[in-house]
């Protein structure tokens, strides 16, 4: 079908790609999550173009091209400083390994290139010159709110499992829902992920999270998706909790977590597994009560094995293990016990560390929190005039350093970290003490 009615804003750059195909007489038309976004007010994220021209003819259109994945069909063109992506109409083969085609032949029939496509609303073509090209449904789809496979979706799956996450994710991206059939064969082929490198299984996971809607995690459950990828999760929603803190159960709580907190990559990935080791040590009093104490240590190694698992940076598993590890600690409400609290969490984390005490206490029984966000209250503004004071917070900002130590006859060891570690511990319990001759003369008495 085809709409003269929508009119999407083409950048010049790719205006000027379908341009020159057009006028060496090539069908064009950008493609794909390009024209999703337009469509529905969004800014795309990039600007795919599908051509009927080959390969090498759209090199000879354009003086500067990149073959970036010519086997496939696809050329980057170079207009105006920009990279556009310009991929030949193609007919896949079999997915033997659920990724890659075994074989792609082009065609020049646009309408055997869009069906090969994932989702409906994915499968729209436009330009200026024809309009919008929607031959299964996509605008209705959008309309509807609902995220469909092109034709019968167990065939898509089988040719990219990867396909069953990515459906998920668009709901989480979009607010949709899922189309039932496209639903029931997602969870009859969630197994198939097993067969999807980790690093591909964490870039969805991510964009999932830090979407505008990150409870579409319990899709994934319901799905059996989580099952396969992500089976800790799945032990915290079977994980019932029965205190005066959580009347839902672990999982229920982490998606409300995740929820009340802004859609940062590191707090979303923390508060998905802040609580991941409740589910092994969890106890149950004579009185029916159910407790974790000490749920925070086997979670952060939980955090840890799973980060690493999905192929995360390093940096990444050391930041979301830390606040993992932390997430359950509860500072003095005093300045030294802020102090302390600060030094044990790391500085430079200590500002996430309570966006994660928040979001924690937004995601348990509405009845304590109004007395645990006071808590917070308090603790962030001890925290604020702390900061404002500049106090001493680490080893960096300490008034001596290890050669001050060797210079008044510390020999150089272990015992300058053990000295140091010492006058830190001072200057926590009294900033006014962070001054080079009083923490010298510190030292020395300590020899």
Excluded at 55 to 76: K, L, M, N, W, Y
Excluded at 241 to 248: D, E, R, S, V
Excluded at 285 to 301: L, T
Aim: aromatic share 6%.
């Amino acid at each position: 079908m085809t709409d003269n009615n929508v009119k999407i804003s083409i950048p010049e750059s790719a205006r000027k790609v379908l341009g020159r195909l057009h006028e060496c007489g090539y069908e064009a038309y950008v493609v794909g999550g390009c024209v999703r976004d337009s469509v529905i007010g969004l800014i795309p994220d990039d600007w795919d173009i599908t051509t009927s021209a080959t390969p090498e003819q759209v090199s000879a259109v354009f003086r500067r091209t990149i073959d970036t994945g010519i086997e496939h069909g696809t050329v980057t063109v170079r207009m105006d400083g920009e990279s556009l992506e310009v991929t030949t109409y193609r007919i896949d083969g079999d997915y033997a390994d659920h990724r890659h085609p075994d074989q792609v032949c082009f065609t020049t029939d646009l309408e055997e290139d869009l069906k090969r496509r994932d989702f409906t609303i994915n499968a729209m073509a436009y330009s200026d010159r024809d309009g919008l090209i929607d031959l299964f449904g996509g605008m209705e789809d959008l309309r509807n709110r609902i995220v469909r496979c092109v034709g019968d979706p167990r065939e898509r799956f089988t040719e990219d499992a990867l396909r069953i996450f990515r459906a998920v994710r668009f709901c989480a991206k979009l607010g949709y829902d899922l189309d039932p059939v496209t639903k029931e064969a997602a969870t009859e082929m969630a197994p198939s992920l097993s067969m999807v490198s980790a690093e591909r299984i964490r870039m969805e996971l991510e964009k999932l999270l830090i979407s505008p809607h990150p409870e579409m995690i319990r899709l994934a459950w319901e799905c059996g998706i989580t099952k396969v990828i992500l089976p800790e999760f799945d032990a915290e929603m079977d994980a019932v909790q029965n205190n005066a803190h959580h009347h839902i159960t672990v999982g229920e709580h982490t998606i409300r977590t995740m929820e009340a907190i802004e859609p940062d990559r590191i707090l979303r990935l923390t508060m998905l597994l802040h609580d991941s080791g409740k589910p092994v040590c969890q106890t149950q009093a004579p009185d029916g009560v159910f407790h974790y104490r000490g749920h925070a240590a086997p979670g952060a190694e939980i955090t840890r094995e799973v980060l690493e698992r999905l192929k995360f940076d390093k940096a990444t598993q050391r930041i979301v293990t830390q606040l993992v590890k932390n997430h359950s600690l509860y500072p003095e409400l005093t300045e030294e016990g802020v102090r302390r609290a600060v030094v044990q969490i790391g500085e430079d984390l200590f500002p996430s560390f309570l966006k994660v005490k928040r979001a924690d206490i937004l995601g348990q029984n509405p009845e304590v929190q109004e007395r645990k966000l006071e808590y917070m209250d308090q603790v962030e503004e001890i925290y604020r005039h702390i900061q404002k004071r500049g106090d001493c917070l680490s080893l960096k900002t300490l008034a001596v350093t290890g050669d001050d130590l060797i210079g008044i006859g510390v020999p150089k060891g272990k015992e300058i970290g053990r000295i140091l570690g010492t006058l830190l511990d001072e200057v926590l319990k009294d900033p006014a003490k962070n001054v080079k001759e009083i923490l010298l003369n510190e030292a020395r008495r300590g020899l």
